[in-house]
Structures are given as C-alpha cells and as structure tokens.
Nanobody, 114 residues
Framework: QVQLVESGGGLVQAGGSLRLSCAASGTIFSIFMGWYRQAPGKQRELVATITSGGSTNYADSVKGRFTISRETGKNTVYLQMNSLKLEDTAVYYC?????????WGQGTQVTVSS
C-alpha cells in the first residue's frame, strides 16, 4: 500500500524558513504532486503543485516565497518556504495524484510565531 511520508514541519519565527519533504513509500505513477494546507477553522487549500514534467502552480498568497520541487524519477516532493508569515501557520499535507487515485500524507504542523 502506498503511503506518503512527510517531514520538516516545526516552529519558526516570522521571516524564517522551513523545508518540507514528502516521499512515497511505494511505486506510483503520479501525474502531479503537491502541497495543501489547513489552518484551524478553515478549509484545506492549495499551496503548490508540480507536474511530472516540472510545471509548477502556486497559490497567490505564497508566490515569491515558496518553491516546490521534486526529484526526477522519484515520487519525492519538497516545499521550500521562505519569509514565513503568521498566516502560514497550518497543517501541511502532501498529495500525489495519479490517473485514478489521490493519495494524502498524514500532515505536518507548521507554526509561525511572532
């Protein structure tokens, strides 16, 4: 069974940086992988996605601050988060989308403090 394992969350001061990682434990043929986040009392929202060909898409709120990347040939995706703001505090979820199935990680907490 495929699992997405996330790492890299934690507590950081505003203006700081964190790097999230996500690796699939099994073999999947993902069309794209991405990161979503959910803050308390809010719906889960898209942060960034990257296709197997390397095309990226970002939420307006993170453009210029976050960078998504993936290892070529591997179902591993990263999210470099710079200039973090208080409003970036959320649980961040990794997603891998195949032609038939959408896989989700368990989530990793990112907390930005003032």
């Amino acid at each position: 069974q495929v699992q997405l394992v996330e790492s890299g969350g934690g507590l950081v001061q505003a203006g700081g940086s964190l790097r999230l990682s996500c690796a699939a434990s099994g073999t999947i043929f993902s069309i794209f992988m991405g990161w979503y986040r959910q803050a308390p009392g809010k719906q889960r929202e898209l942060v960034a996605t990257i296709t197997s060909g390397g095309s990226t898409n970002y939420a307006d709120s993170v453009k210029g601050r976050f960078t998504i990347s993936r290892e070529t040939g591997k179902n591993t995706v990263y999210l470099q988060m710079n200039s973090l703001k208080l409003e970036d505090t959320a649980v961040y979820y990794c997603n891998a989308q195949t032609a038939k199935v959408s896989y989700w990680g368990q989530g990793t907490q990112v907390t930005v403090s003032s």
